[in-house]
């Protein structure tokens, strides 16, 4: 299972970027979806998350101008990045809880990072 995260880039404040995280390979079903972020030297952070049924959560700093989506068909989940701010720069990595195998119990998985670049 992989799972290759896209659509990152540079845009000015008040811009906007929509992230893609797409799984491949032995995907049987995914449970819940998210996105992080990771400045250098600290720690990841959730962004956003949203269950299968839909059900989505926003980082306080994500709430209003951020919003998670996903085609289940697809296996893949989006970030739509509204009102961009210079402090959204960072890396941004996606995960998802899978079951790749019946009878095993789910695993996460996460995807590469994605640059995001806001400029001032």
């Known amino acids: 299972v992989q799972l290759q995260a896209y659509g990152g880039g540079l845009v000015q404040t008040g811009g906007s970027l929509r992230l893609s995280c797409a799984a491949s390979?032995?995907?049987?079903?995914?449970?819940?979806m998210a996105w992080y972020r990771q400045d250098p030297g600290k720690q990841r952070e959730l962004v956003a998350s949203?269950?299968?049924?839909?059900?989505?959560n926003y980082a306080v700093s994500a709430a209003g101008r951020f919003f998670i989506a996903r085609d289940n068909a697809k296996n893949i989940v989006y970030l739509q990045m509204n009102g961009l701010k210079p402090e959204d720069t960072s890396v941004y990595y996606c995960?998802?809880?899978?079951?790749?195998?019946?009878?095993?119990?789910?695993?996460?998985?996460w995807g590469q990072g994605t640059l995001v670049t806001v400029s001032s």
């Open positions: 995960n998802a809880d899978i079951r790749y195998s019946w009878g095993r119990a789910t695993k996460i998985f």
């Open positions: 390979g032995s995907v049987l079903r995914i449970e819940d």
């Open positions: 949203i269950t299968g049924g839909g059900a989505a």
